[in-house]
């Protein structure tokens, strides 16, 4: 059974940097495209960066390109969010999510087929 267990979300003061983990277990994760998606109270859920399974293929969203990086251990299993700049409307529960075989269009949410629990990351003045 796969499970996905992200970490690493908190409180943060605006420009601060917070850095989520993705923890994946029971399935073949080298074989994965991963991705990162939010979602604020009263909004969808929206995309925030994608990593192909070989790492040579990373997207983002607009509103994070520049600030968030997106990687990937195939060895430990896990894939990370890196965060930085961090601004109010950054705060959100973040998902990770997983698809096997996903080549492209990493934004639309309905395309990954596993997903973790969530982490809260909030944003302070």
């Known amino acids: 059974q796969v499970q996905l267990v992200e970490s690493g979300g908190g409180l943060v003061q605006v420009g601060g940097s917070l850095r989520l983990s993705c923890a994946a277990s029971g399935g073949s994760f080298s074989s994965w495209s991963m991705g990162w998606f939010r979602q604020a109270p009263g909004k969808e859920r929206e995309f925030v960066a994608a990593?192909?399974?070989?790492?040579?293929?990373?997207t983002y969203a607009d509103s994070v390109k520049g600030r968030f990086a997106i990687s990937r251990d195939n060895a430990e299993n896990r894939a990370s969010l890196q965060m930085t700049s961090l601004k109010l409307e950054d705060t959100a529960v973040y998902f990770c999510?997983?698809?096997?075989?996903?080549?492209?269009?990493?934004?639309?949410?309905?395309?990954?087929?596993?997903w973790g629990q969530g982490t809260q990351v909030t944003v302070s003045s």
């Open positions: 990593i192909g399974w070989s790492a040579g293929t990373q």
């Open positions: 999510a997983a698809s096997q075989g996903l080549t492209a269009n990493f934004h639309q949410h309905y395309r990954y087929d596993y």
